[in-house]
């Protein structure tokens, strides 16, 4: 008697189980993302896709791709279409994506409940980096697309490069820094600059990805930063809304670094990018 009561509550144990196995199945993130590829070589297209579990009013989905050492690669603003879908396509590659090893992608729709992240693999870039250098002083140094130069100080390190990125309006400057330093740049307004209908604006300064505060001295011909930099930094950006070769829109950029700033302050605030009506 008691081997066929064990036998009955185990079958029921087992029916209950199947029967709730669906229920479980339903459960949905609140939003997913994915890659077509888990790995990638130069020059190949990255298909991002994904989909969130509800729609939100007016808002836009944040993308960001940051490199194996926590550089920001690529930052994007993206539409969920009204089936609740998302995708988009990136270039391996680039000035920003060289070295090989694991890219994290990051997407956020509304607050950060709404978070999730995907990798994906990269073997590196073959390209030889432009130094963007046609003659190299003590003092001074040419960018590729321009007459001028660009005024520089540095102490903690050494100067390697000055290259433009024309897709990011932003200038790519490598170092070598031996010690905690100082990089102080005089650059001539034609050669790049910040503004928004006609009055001067903030650049937007990365050291090794990660926003920094700067001082700053302007003329109607140039302006002058100096950069703070700690032992080991390889790679200051600065970014504006123009660069030689002039080349895109400048609202790009500023859309650009907007996102950045409000994903910065809603992990804080949990600000939504777009404001509700």
Request: overall charge negative; aromatic content about 6%; hydrophobic content about 40%.
């Amino acid at each position: 008697m008691k081997a066929h009561l064990s036998v009955f509550a185990l079958s029921a144990i087992i029916i209950a189980s199947i029967g709730m196995a669906p229920a479980f199945g339903q459960i949905q993130d609140p939003i997913v993302v994915a890659t077509d590829k888990s790995s990638y070589k130069e020059g190949e297209t990255i298909l991002v896709t994904g989909e969130v579990k509800a729609l939100l009013g007016g808002e836009a989905l944040s993308l960001i791709v940051t490199a194996p050492n926590g550089n920001i690669v690529t930052v994007d603003q993206l539409t969920v279409g009204s089936d609740k879908k998302f995708s988009t396509e990136l270039t391996a590659g680039g000035s920003l994506m060289r070295a090989a090893g694991t890219y994290t992608i990051t997407v956020q729709y509304g607050n950060q409940s709404r978070t999730a992240e995907t990798t994906f693999s990269f073997s590196g870039s073959s390209m030889i980096p432009s130094t963007g250098t046609g003659k190299v002083t003590g003092t001074q140094i040419s960018i590729e697309g321009s007459d001028e130069m660009i005024g520089y100080k540095i102490t903690g390190g050494k100067l390697l490069s000055v290259t433009p990125d024309v897709d990011a309006n932003s200038l790519i400057i490598a170092i070598e820094a031996t010690n905690d330093g100082t990089l102080t740049l005089t650059i001539p307004r034609s050669i790049m600059d910040a503004t928004i209908n006609g009055e001067d604006d903030t650049f937007f300064v990365l050291v090794d990805g990660e926003e920094v505060d700067f001082e700053e001295k302007t003329t109607s011909k140039d302006r002058t930063l100096t950069i703070n930099f700690l032992a080991g930094a390889e790679e200051i950006e600065i970014i504006g809304t123009f660069v030689v070769p002039e080349f895109g829109t400048i609202a790009v950029m500023i859309l650009a670094v907007a996102i950045i700033s409000i994903i910065a302050v809603s992990a804080k605030s949990r600000l939504s990018i777009m404001p509700r009506y």
